[in-house]
């Protein structure tokens, strides 16, 4: 059986990206420190469901050093792909992942931490 690759999809540039905002009692707590543009796909909570959903973040304060933490946090900020498909909030759960952060890692500094895809 062979299936056929799909092409990654177009990242519009992030100033032509609506926000993507901190909703008290709805989006995680920890969302708030983290700026999201919306790029492509439906938004969650839409019903209108597909498997393709992305854009940019970045922390709203870049951190003096970029620590394993940052990067786990940036792992978790992007809603979980089942949301679109819901029509309202609902708990969902972002964990469906495994994550290897592999080390010496590159040091990355301040401006190394912009916008992350």
């Not at 989006?27 to 938004?43: A, D, K, N, V």
């Not at 970029?66 to 786990?72: E, G, N, Q």
């Not at 946090?73 to 972002?94: D, E, F, K, Q």
């Amino acid at each position: 059986m062979q299936v056929d690759a799909l092409s990654a999809s177009e990242a519009q540039p992030v100033e032509q990206c609506p926000a993507l905002p901190y909703i008290p009692n709805t989006t995680p707590e920890f969302t708030r420190h983290i700026e999201m543009r919306w790029s492509f796909g439906h938004m969650p909570f839409s019903g209108k469901g597909g498997r393709e959903m992305g854009g940019w973040m970045q922390f709203c304060e870049s951190p003096e050093t970029f620590s394993d933490a940052h990067i786990v946090a940036l792992v978790n900020t992007w809603p979980t792909a089942v949301l679109p498909h819901l029509s309202g909030p609902v708990p969902a759960s972002s964990l469906s992942w495994a994550l290897d952060i592999i080390h010496p890692r590159p040091a990355l500094s301040p401006g190394d931490s912009g916008r992350h895809f």
